[in-house]
C-alpha cells in the first residue's frame, strides 16, 4: 500500500512539472508582448501594462474645468505684427556659372528629415566654394526609423535643380566612367576619393585646402559622413544667402506629400459637415469646398516625445522601474555606451530644463496660455512613447485633437505607411500652412519650423524649457499660480523675430544673413 501511494505521488509531481512547463513553453505564444525585445519597433512593457498616471493632477483638474476667455483667444489667434523684416536671398543679377567645373561632389546625409535637410543645404554651399558639381544626396538609412527613403521620394528633385540651375551645376547621378563611386564602395576600404575627416562647422578653406585638391586629382570627391560640416560664421554673404534659398526655396515635397499636406490642412479648416473628410480625391477636396463656410484657426503640435527622445534625455517620465529598465537598455541597444545615463537626478535636469515635455505638460502649457477645449490641435508626432495611455491626457484636454491617422483614410496615406520620411514631411508641410505652431521640445524639427516660420514672418510658441521644468517641480503650485508665470514667461517667445549670434544656426536664426530689415 505504501509502495502504491509512493508510486502516486511521484507520478503527481512529474504531471506537476510537465504542466509547468508546457505551461512555460506556450505562455509566450498568447502573451508575446511581454517577451518582445526593448527596441525602437516595440513598445515597451511598461506602456502597455503599467499606465502611467498623470504626473500634475492637481493642474490638471484645474485646466480641464477652465472657462473660456474670448479677448485672450483673440490675441491668441492674432497674427504677428509687421517686424519690419524681409527674406533677402542676393542679387538678381548674380555672377554666372564658372565655364568648368572643377569635378564631382558626393555627399552622404544621416539623421532624420530635417538633418539631412539642412545637409543638403550645406552641400551645395560646399558645392559653391570648390567650384564643384553636385551630385544629388545620398539619404543615408536612419538607423533608429529604419526608413530607406531617397532624395526624390522627399524632395521635388526637378524644382531643386531648376531653382539652383544659375547658383550650381548639378545631376541626379554620376555619368558611367564614376559609376563605381558608391556608398559600398568606400564602405570596404580606404579611399583616395573619400574625405571621412571633414571637422564639424569646418570653414570654408578647410574644403578649399581638402577637398578641392582631391577634385582636381580625381574629378570627384565624396564626403562622409556629411552631417553639420559647414560653419555658419565667416562665411560670404552669398553663400550664406544660398544656403536658405535652398532651404526656404529650392527644397519643396513631392506633389503627393503636398497634396495630401494640403488636405490635411483643409480638413482642419473646415471640418467634417461641409466638406467629405474621407474623401480620396483630396485635390479636388482642397480646391472646390473652401467657400462654403468659414475657415476654422488650428495649432500644429510637434509633440517630440518618442522612444528615441525619452531615451537620449535619461529623465524620469512616471513608469517606474519597468520604464527605467527599458530606457536604459534601449540605450545601450541604440547607442552602443556613447549616450551614457545621467550623473544629474531627475530634479537637476527638470530645473536646467532638460527633460522633453510630456503629452500632459504640453497640453497644461497650451491651456494656461488661454487655448481652450474648442481650440483645433493637429498632433505632429511619429510615435508617441507610451502610446495612447500617454496622449489620453493631452486628448482630454484637447478633445479636437487630430492627426494624420484620423484626417486622412488608409488608402490615402498608401504611400507614407511607414516612412518616417515622409511622415514627417507631411508633418512639416502641414505645419507651414497653420496658425501657430509649438514644439513640446527642441530638435531638428522644431529649429527648421521656427527658422522657416521666421523667415515668413508667422507665429510660432517656443516652451520656455528651464521656467516650466522648475513649475512642474513645484507640487502646490495653483492653476492661477501656473497660468501667471507661463503666460509672464511667454510673452516674448510667440515669433517675435531674433537675431543670429556667433555659431548659431542660418537655419534657425535666418536674419541677418537672408533678411534685410524695411
Not at 81 to 86: M, P, V, Y
Request: with cysteine; proline share 6%.
Amino acid at each position: 500500500m505504501m509502495r502504491l501511494n509512493y508510486q502516486r505521488h511521484c507520478y503527481q509531481l512529474l504531471r506537476r512539472k510537465a504542466m509547468c512547463g508546457l505551461f512555460v513553453l506556450i505562455f509566450p505564444l498568447i502573451f508575446p508582448c511581454l517577451f518582445t525585445p526593448f527596441t525602437h519597433a516595440s513598445p515597451s512593457t511598461f506602456s502597455e501594462w503599467n499606465v502611467p498616471k498623470p504626473r500634475h493632477l492637481r493642474l490638471l483638474r484645474s485646466a480641464l474645468q477652465r472657462e473660456r476667455l474670448t479677448g485672450e483667444q483673440s490675441d491668441l489667434w492674432a497674427p504677428l505684427a509687421d517686424q519690419g523684416w524681409r527674406p533677402y536671398l542676393g542679387s538678381v543679377n548674380a555672377p554666372s556659372l564658372p565655364q568648368k567645373s572643377e569635378g564631382y561632389l558626393q555627399v552622404f546625409l544621416d539623421g532624420g528629415l530635417n538633418q539631412q535637410r539642412m545637409g543638403i543645404c550645406d552641400a551645395v554651399a560646399v558645392a559653391k566654394i570648390v567650384n564643384a558639381t553636385l551630385v544629388i544626396p545620398h539619404l543615408e538609412v536612419n538607423p533608429v526609423w529604419q526608413d530607406s527613403s531617397s532624395f526624390m521620394d522627399i524632395f521635388d528633385v526637378d524644382h531643386f535643380m531648376n531653382v539652383l540651375k544659375d547658383d550650381i551645376p548639378i545631376i541626379k547621378a554620376l555619368p558611367d566612367e564614376f559609376s563605381w563611386s558608391t556608398r559600398e564602395y568606400y564602405a570596404t576600404a580606404i579611399r583616395g576619393t573619400r574625405i571621412k575627416r571633414a571637422p564639424v562647422h569646418a570653414s570654408a578653406n578647410w574644403y578649399l585646402e581638402n577637398v578641392f585638391p582631391v577634385l582636381q586629382s580625381n574629378g570627384i570627391a565624396a564626403i562622409s559622413p556629411f552631417s553639420h560640416r559647414l560653419s555658419f560664421d565667416n562665411l560670404p554673404s552669398e553663400i550664406q544667402q544660398l544656403r536658405c534659398k535652398v532651404n526656404f526655396k529650392a527644397l519643396v515635397f513631392v506633389p503627393h506629400i503636398r497634396a495630401l499636406g494640403d488636405a490635411l490642412v483643409h480638413r482642419l479648416r473646415y471640418p467634417p459637415g461641409q466638406s467629405q473628410a474621407s474623401s480620396t480625391d483630396y485635390l479636388r477636396e482642397t480646391t472646390d469646398q473652401n467657400g462654403k463656410q468659414n475657415p476654422q484657426k488650428f495649432v500644429v503640435l510637434h509633440l517630440r516625445f518618442d522612444k528615441d527622445m525619452a531615451a537620449h534625455s535619461a529623465c524620469d517620465f512616471g513608469g517606474g522601474k519597468a520604464e527605467k529598465l527599458a530606457l536604459a537598455k534601449y540605450r545601450q541597444t541604440i547607442w552602443q555606451g556613447r549616450v551614457l545615463n545621467s550623473q544629474f537626478t531627475d530634479k537637476e535636469l527638470r530645473s536646467q530644463g532638460r527633460c522633453p515635455l510630456t503629452p500632459e505638460e504640453i497640453g497644461l502649457l497650451l491651456a494656461a496660455l488661454g487655448f481652450d477645449n474648442n481650440t483645433r490641435l493637429y498632433l505632429a508626432s511619429h510615435k508617441v512613447y507610451g502610446g495612447e495611455a500617454r496622449i489620453s491626457t493631452l486628448r482630454n484636454l484637447f478633445p479636437l485633437m487630430e492627426d494624420k491617422k484620423s484626417l486622412a483614410s488608409s488608402a490615402e496615406r498608401v504611400h507614407i505607411k511607414g516612412k518616417a520620411s515622409l511622415l514627417a514631411a507631411v508633418d512639416y508641410h502641414v505645419g507651414m500652412h497653420s496658425d501657430i505652431f509649438v514644439s513640446a521640445s527642441p530638435g531638428n524639427m522644431h529649429n527648421a519650423l521656427v527658422g522657416h516660420r521666421t523667415f515668413e514672418n508667422m507665429k510660432t510658441i517656443r516652451p520656455n524649457m528651464v521656467l516650466l521644468g522648475q513649475l512642474f517641480l513645484n507640487k502646490n503650485i495653483s492653476w492661477s499660480q501656473f497660468r501667471q508665470a507661463v503666460v509672464e514667461g511667454h510673452q516674448n517667445r510667440q515669433g517675435q523675430l531674433r537675431l543670429r549670434k556667433p555659431k548659431q544656426s542660418i537655419y534657425t536664426y535666418p536674419a541677418p544673413d537672408c533678411m534685410c530689415h524695411a
